[in-house]
T-cell receptor, first 114, second 114 residues
Framework: DSGVTQTPKHLITATGQRVTLRCSPR?????VYWYQQSLDQGLQFLIQ???????AKGNILERFSAQQFPDLHSELNLSSLELGDSALYFC?????????????FGPGTRLTVL | GDSVTQMEGPVTLSEEAFLTINCTYT??????LFWYVQYPGEGLQLLLK?????DKGSNKGFEATYRKETTSFHLEKGSVQVSDSAVYFC?????????????FGKGTKLSVKP
C-alpha cells in the first residue's frame, strides 16, 4: 500500500459527459501528479500541483482541469468526454527532502467512455 | 526533450532464469532513474531507484546500475519467480528538464512460466 488513495476505482460514462476523479496523497506529501495510461500512448504526465499551486503541465487537454485543495487532496475534472479518453488515470504524490524525486502511485481510476 | 527507451516485450522466461530488461535514456543534466512494476489489475509500485552515476538500486532481488557513460539503467534479476510476472517500466525524473514529473518508457511485459 503506497498510502495514496484514489476514488472511484471504476467509472463508466457516456460521451459528452463530465467526471471528477479524486486523489488523496500520502500523509505529509505536498506534490500531487496526474498521469494517464492508455494502450496507444503509454503513461503520460498530465499535470502537477504543489501545495495548492499548479507547478507543471504536460500533455493535458483543454477539456481537462485539476486543482489541489487546502487539505492537499486533488481532483481531476474531465469534461466533454470522448471515446479516446477511456484510460487508467493515476495520481502520484511526492514529499520533501531527500526523496522529493520519488513518486508513490495510487491504485488508479479506470475510466470507460461509451 | 527527455526520453526513455526500453526493450520491447513481451519477455517469457522459465522460473529461475536470469532476467535483463534494457533501458536507455536521453536527458539534459543529471536525472534520477527509476524502475516501477505494475502487477495485473494494480497500480504502479516503485521497485528501485538511483539518483547519481554508478549508484546501484536494489530491491527484492532486482538490481539496476546508473551508467552515465552509456546512458543506461538495465534491470536484472538472477533467478525469476512466477510471482515476478508483471509489466516493468523504466522512468526518469529530471528537475533540470522536466520539472520533476516522471517520463516513462513504454513498459516491458514479463511472463514467468513454472
Amino acid at each position: 500500500d503506497s498510502g495514496v488513495t484514489q476514488t472511484p476505482k471504476h467509472l463508466i460514462t457516456a460521451t459528452g459527459q463530465r467526471v471528477t476523479l479524486r486523489c488523496s496523497p500520502r500523509s505529509g506529501d505536498l506534490s500531487v501528479y496526474w498521469y494517464q495510461q492508455s494502450l496507444d500512448q503509454g503513461l503520460q504526465f498530465l499535470i502537477q500541483y504543489y501545495n495548492g499551486e499548479e507547478r507543471a503541465k504536460g500533455n493535458i487537454l483543454e477539456r481537462f482541469s485539476a486543482q489541489q485543495f487546502p487539505d492537499l487532496h486533488s481532483e481531476l475534472n474531465l469534461s466533454s468526454l470522448e471515446l479516446g479518453d477511456s484510460a487508467l488515470y493515476f495520481c502520484a504524490s511526492s514529499g520533501t527532502g531527500a526523496n522529493t524525486d520519488t513518486q508513490y502511485f495510487g491504485p488508479g481510476t479506470r475510466l470507460t467512455v461509451l | 526533450g527527455d526520453s526513455v527507451t526500453q526493450m520491447e516485450g513481451p519477455v517469457t522466461l522459465s522460473e529461475e532464469a536470469f532476467l535483463t530488461i534494457n533501458c536507455t535514456y536521453t536527458a539534459t543534466g543529471y536525472p534520477s532513474l527509476f524502475w516501477y512494476v505494475q502487477y495485473p489489475g494494480e497500480g504502479l509500485q516503485l521497485l528501485l531507484k538511483a539518483t547519481k552515476a554508478d549508484d546501484k538500486g536494489s530491491n527484492k532481488g532486482f538490481e539496476a546500475t546508473y551508467r552515465k557513460e552509456t546512458t543506461s539503467f538495465h534491470l536484472e534479476k538472477g533467478s525469476v519467480q512466477v510471482s515476478d510476472s508483471a509489466v516493468y517500466f523504466c522512468a526518469l525524473s529530471n528537475y533540470g528538464g522536466s520539472q520533476g514529473n516522471l517520463i516513462f518508457g513504454k513498459g516491458t511485459k514479463l511472463s514467468v512460466k513454472p
